[in-house]
């Protein structure tokens, strides 16, 4: 089987087998940088999974705080219950699967003009993808009731 070209000169033909050293390095430098991109975009999916996993966990969280305090109203149907009823119990819950969710911020909060409107606002650390003094925070709003008849 023929590979060569041929190479013409003054002094005849010559038979030129394989690639030259300049075309084998330019190939391997863009096999490199095709690799690279692909372990760069590897550790971005990965990343991009971790940060939807804690947004799930805080979206579960904050359900949980408002389904807390739907329980405190069944026990008391005749006014909406205070969020401090049930913030304790709440942090303690989920405090140790959010990072630092209690000592970031997390709260239960009744509004002021409307005591049944509740803002549950969760905050935790995501310090393995962001620097450590940042937190990220989902606010999650819920209507209870004013009181239900027995």
């Excluded at 033909?13 to 490199?32: D, K, P, Y």
């Excluded at 991009?48 to 305090?69: H, I, K, N």
């Excluded at 009744?110 to 803002?119: F, I, K």
């Excluded at 620097?131 to 606010?139: G, I, N, W």
């Amino acid at each position: 089987m023929w590979w060569g070209a041929v190479v013409l000169k003054s002094s005849g033909i010559r038979w030129q087998h394989g690639f030259t050293l300049l075309e084998v390095l330019i190939a391997v430098l863009v096999l490199s940088v095709g690799v690279l991109g692909l372990a760069a975009m590897e550790l971005k999916g990965l990343q991009s999974t971790g940060v939807a996993y804690q947004r799930t966990l805080a979206t579960a969280a904050a359900q949980d705080g408002v389904e807390r305090l739907w329980a405190e109203l069944w026990s008391d149907n005749t006014t909406c219950p205070a969020p401090a009823d049930v913030t304790a119990a709440w942090y303690a819950a989920w405090n140790g699967i959010l990072e630092e969710m209690e000592d970031s911020g997390s709260d239960i909060v009744a509004d002021a003009s409307d005591p049944c409107l509740y803002t549950v606002t969760v905050r935790w650390s995501e310090g393995r993808f962001s620097s450590e003094t940042d937190t990220a925070r989902l606010v999650y709003r819920a209507k209870l009731p004013g009181g239900v008849a027995p």
